[in-house]
């Protein structure tokens, strides 16, 4: 069965560093997420992508983030200048569209740790 | 605002003992419920979609159930390979992004 692969799994940075978090989503969807898990609490929404630009944001999701495709299968989230706050687990996600009988799925997240 | 909240936060049961897991959910323009299945250290594994109040789907030992406030995971005659964090989502009307909730830690012991 098709999945959403990330990687790495786990990721240590310094504070203050770049990190840069891949994702290959499901080769004929065409929306892709990202959604961050902070230990102990609620997976949240960070960013919605299609058609090569940003959909939808959350608050989070400021200037210290972007996102990217930079070719035909990879999906990417940079975080620029990492804060301790930053440490979470991230799932990317892809979906075939947006509606309620076409879900999203998941892969196994990158667990960032920032030091 | 849009909320998505799940009941009970953990729940053991034995091998055998059925019982339902609670997701209630405020959400404007709802157009889909969704239930995942996370195992420790991996991503959601899509169970289920929702659409409208009345509406069930099963899959082996898994029902869930939709009204207009609450959905519902009956978990009948569990084995101890069900053991997860079921976790509840919401996708409301103009939106991209799935609300969740915090997720039940389901423990099935043999």
């Known amino acids: 069965e098709p999945e959403v692969t990330q990687t790495p799994s786990h990721q240590v940075t310094q504070m203050g560093q770049e990190v840069i978090l891949r994702c290959v989503p499901i080769?004929?969807?065409?929306?892709f997420y990202w959604y961050r898990q902070i230990l102990g609490q609620k997976v949240e929404f960070l960013v919605s992508f299609y058609n090569n630009e940003i959909s939808e944001k959350s608050e989070i999701f400021d200037d210290q983030f972007s996102v990217e495709r930079p070719d035909g299968s990879n999906f990417t989230l940079k975080i620029r200048s990492t804060k301790l706050e930053d440490s979470a687990m991230y799932f990317c996600?892809?979906?075939?569209?947006?509606?309620?009988?076409?879900?999203?799925?998941f892969g196994d997240g990158t667990r960032l740790s920032i030091l | 605002e849009d909320q998505v909240t799940q009941s009970p936060e953990a729940l053991r049961l034995q091998e055998g003992e059925s019982s339902s897991l609670n997701c209630s959910y405020t959400v404007s323009g709802l157009r889909g419920l969704f239930w995942y299945r996370q195992d420790p250290g991996k991503g959601p594994e899509f169970l289920f979609t929702?659409?409208?109040a009345g509406e069930e789907k099963e899959k082996e030992r898994l029902k869930a159930t939709l009204t207009k406030k609450e959905s519902f995971l009956h978990i009948t005659a569990p084995k101890p390979e069900d053991s997860a964090t079921y976790l509840c989502?919401?996708?409301?009307?103009?939106?991209?992004?799935?609300?969740f909730g915090t997720g039940t830690r389901l423990k099935v012991l043999a």
């Open positions: 080769s004929n969807h065409l929306y």
């Open positions: 996600a892809s979906s075939e569209g947006v509606q309620g009988n076409q879900p999203q799925h």
């Open positions: 989502a919401g996708l409301t009307a103009g939106t991209y992004k799935y609300i």
């Open positions: 929702l659409y409208s």
